[in-house]
């Protein structure tokens, strides 16, 4: 909850974590949040991707690729 207070206080710039799992275990709750954090301006990187997560990351995460 903190975390997310501090993106809509416009307080952080950039989340980085070693895996999308510290942040959220459910993938749908990770995929929110980093909609959540596209649309805020908010960069969110990992170190390491596990499978489980790795389109989420792809798709929602940043930055986001042109098609």
Known sequence: KGLRTAMWLREIAVVLAD???????????????????????????FLDVPPLYAWIVKEYGWPRERR
Not at 20 to 33: G, T
């Open 19 to 45: 895996s999308p799992e510290r942040l959220y275990r459910d993938p749908e709750r990770l995929k929110s949040f980093l909609i959540e954090a596209r649309i805020l301006g908010l960069r969110v990187e």
